[in-house]
């Protein structure tokens, strides 16, 4: 599923999180103590509550407005709580800008949601967001990802991890999940980028934040 406005994805979010059994994993570029900020913040608060195991991932210096006050019932609820690559040199596990801009959640390595919205709210500045609600294998390659920025800022990986997927999800479409790190020289996305023009006889379509192009 494709979506586009920003309250109707926030409320997609929080209703998987309500509904969630035993993990949720979150990663973001931008966390803000603001009213999007606290209302996940808060539903993810209650899910702990329920026994829900809770890893989240969020960037230094993308949340660089963030507070121990906002973050107290998070860490008072036992959630994990990791800031990427923080910006103080004797914290810093890579280059100053090294930064992480996944923006992903995954809910009982079954539903995830994948795109461009942060968990800030944006008044007077509206952004257009596109992010996927996704089931299926490719939730699969999306917690791959997960684990790689986990480990990338805090050494650490995921117990059980190893889960199955039908080979094929009916009713679906066509998914493949791509990732970027310069850090490590993965360079995936950029390289479907050059292919998809090389090779295209009509078209292309992209949607992306930032052109920069080589």
């Known amino acids: ?74 860490s008072e609820d036992e959630i994990r709580l990791f800031a990427f690559n923080p910006i103080w040199p004797w914290n810093r596990t890579g280059p100053l800008l090294f930064r ?11 539903i995830s949601f994948c795109g461009s919205m942060n968990i800030s709210l944006n008044p007077g500045r509206p952004f ?5 609600r996704i089931e299926g294998p490719a939730v699969w390659n999306l917690l791959k990802v997960f684990v790689e920025s986990l480990f990338e800022t805090a050494q650490k990986v995921l117990n059980h991890c190893e889960i199955e997927y039908q080979k094929y999800f009916f009713d679906g479409v066509i998914t493949q999940v791509l990732s970027s790190n310069r850090h490590r020289d993965i360079t995936s996305i950029q390289k479907s980028i050059r292919l998809s023009l090389k090779y295209a006889k009509r078209a292309c379509y992209f949607t992306s934040p930032y052109f920069l192009p080589h």
Request: glycine residues 4%; hydrophobic residues 40%.
């Open 1 to 74: 599923d494709v979506y586009k406005n920003q309250e109707r994805i926030l409320c997609n979010m929080i209703n998987t999180i309500n509904n969630a059994k035993f993990r949720i994993l979150i990663e973001t570029y931008t966390f803000s103590p603001d009213l999007v900020g606290a209302r996940i913040r808060d539903a993810l608060v209650e899910a702990s509550k329920r026994g829900v195991e809770i890893l989240f991932i969020y960037d230094h210096f993308g949340s660089s407005k963030m507070n121990n006050k906002f973050l107290k019932p998070l």
């Open 100 to 110: 992480d801009h996944r923006k992903i959640m995954i809910a009982d390595d079954e």
């Open 128 to 132: 257009r967001e596109t992010v996927l």
